[in-house]
């Protein structure tokens, strides 16, 4: 991280940062729920299929962890991609 950054910078950063761990959070949650309803579906019915969803979920899930806590921070894809669609934008506004 650039250890200049201006303090609109430290703020727009810090937002993105909690946002996405904000976006975790929720993802978590939801996972929670909805594959406690699925426990309780399959109980009723005598089988545990709920498992299969809340593996194949829970990967996902460990995967977003991993993106949102463990991936380097700044590696700034987004931002890449941003700056693209930007630069695709303007040369669209100045085609006549």
Known sequence: ??????????????RKRAARKMGWYIHAFVYIAVNIGLAVLSSFSGRHWALFPALGWGLGLLIHGLVVFVAPPGSGFRERMVQREREQLQQQQAKP
């Open 1 to 14: 991280m650039n250890p200049a950054m201006t303090p609109e910078q430290i703020e727009r950063v810090a």
